[in-house]
């Protein structure tokens, strides 16, 4: 008798075991229907290296250049799967903020010449919006890449702007936010920016 308690005992020990771990793999995006997810996706590295290409293209289009406070990520995982596992795709955008003050005078050459990187970088069409000061593009470069400019005015100053660049990808397959790394050399952004004032572009 105690050894067929035994026995009985080791099996459901091992049913719990086994439930166990199908949760964790469940709850981790390894169920059946993330890893069939997974499939089609741009892989991490790829969307990195889309990314960074067309922000250095557009850094590199900015004459005089502009000084930049750091560079940041923001990933938007997409929703849950209809079982209730992760799913294992996301939107990853990286964000560069300037340094630099640029005058309101001297706005429209800087979207003149972002306008012609974005072309050069393959996106037929870009918005601009005067109003708002704000550009949107679509670039090609192996892949897509979802490109915007947006000058916000500074506090003391409301003829001085910041500008901030994005770049965004779509179906990548998830990895958090702090994993990623910012387009080289730049480091993540502090949390207060000193501003800067160059002699061209903030006159």
Request: proline letters at 4%; charged letters at 20%.
């Amino acid at each position: 008798m105690t050894k067929r308690w035994k026995a009985a005992g080791a099996i459901v020990l091992s049913l719990v075991v086994l439930a166990a771990a199908e949760a964790v793999l469940f709850v981790n995006g390894y169920g059946p229907l993330a890893l069939a997810d997974r499939s089609g996706r741009v892989g991490t590295g790829t969307a990195k290296g889309r990314i960074d290409q067309a922000l250095r293209a557009t850094m590199e289009g900015i004459s005089p250049s502009l000084t930049y406070a750091g560079a940041d990520f923001e990933v938007d995982r997409e929703h849950h799967l209809w079982d209730g596992e992760p799913s294992m795709g996301s939107d990853v955008t990286e964000i560069i903020r300037a340094r630099t003050v640029v005058s309101r005078a001297k706005l429209s050459a800087l979207m003149d010449q972002v306008t012609q990187v974005w072309h050069g970088l393959g996106s037929r069409v870009v918005e601009r919006n005067e109003e708002l000061h704000t550009l949107g593009g679509v670039a090609d470069v192996g892949g897509e890449v979802y490109l915007t400019l947006d000058a916000y005015e500074t506090q003391d100053d409301p003829s001085s702007y910041r500008v901030v660049l994005r770049a965004d990808i779509g179906g990548v397959l998830y990895q958090p936010a702090h994993e990623y790394e910012p387009l080289s050399p730049l480091a993540r952004t502090p949390a207060d920016i000193a501003l800067l004032y160059d002699p061209y572009w903030s006159h």
